[in-house]
């Protein structure tokens, strides 16, 4: 995860009360947001391959739990897949009343990268989202409250963040 992304879980969640976390997306890379989150009171991860910080190897599109999370976290997924639809609106059937979602991905200016930190594979699949494509998305949800916040990260003119709370 690059410092730009660092720099927004850090700032959202430093003030959060203790909750459990659900984490899509969760292997270690370059930097975890567990780190990020130490008062935590439980945290499971889920990601499509395994490796650090993974709980549970699983599609975080179809991936089902009777579990509900206080908040759930996605970080720099959504430009790798193109079901960042359903995650998101998975992540959300698995927030309790309340629950805080918060997401990074790639926008607007972002080179093609590849999910593992390396040059993009012939095969894999990449998209930038966009700030429209999010909110379209957002604002068909039921939240309490959402944001789609547009930000210049580490490679420019690229980087959006969501902060969403479920009502």
């Known amino acids: 995860m690059h410092a730009a992304a660092t720099r927004f879980f850090t700032e959202n ?9 659900l984490e899509i997306g969760s292997i270690n890379i370059n930097g975890s947001v567990r780190d990020m989150y130490p008062n935590a009171t439980s945290w499971y991860g889920i990601d499509i391959v395994d ?9 975080g599109s179809e991936w089902c739990s009777s579990e509900r ?5 996605c970080a720099e997924v959504f430009e790798h897949t193109p079901k960042w639809r359903e995650i998101i609106l998975n992540m959300h059937f698995h ?3 309340g629950g805080l979602l918060l997401a990074s991905c790639a926008s607007r200016d972002r080179p093609p990268h ?3 930190g390396d040059n993009l594979g012939v095969d894999e699949y ?3 989202v966009s700030p429209k494509e999010m909110d379209e998305l957002l ?5 309490k409250s959402y944001e789609v916040i547009e930000a210049d990260g580490d490679f420019g003119n690229d980087d959006l963040y969501i902060k969403c709370v479920k009502g």
């Open 95 to 97: 927030l309790e009343d």
């Open 114 to 116: 590849s999910a593992n």
């Open 139 to 143: 604002s068909s949800m039921k939240w």
């Open 13 to 21: 969640l430093k003030d959060y009360k203790l909750s459990n976390v």
């Open 69 to 73: 999370y206080g908040v759930a976290i």
């Open 51 to 59: 490796g650090p910080c993974v709980d549970e190897v699983a599609d």
């Open 126 to 128: 990449y998209h930038n």
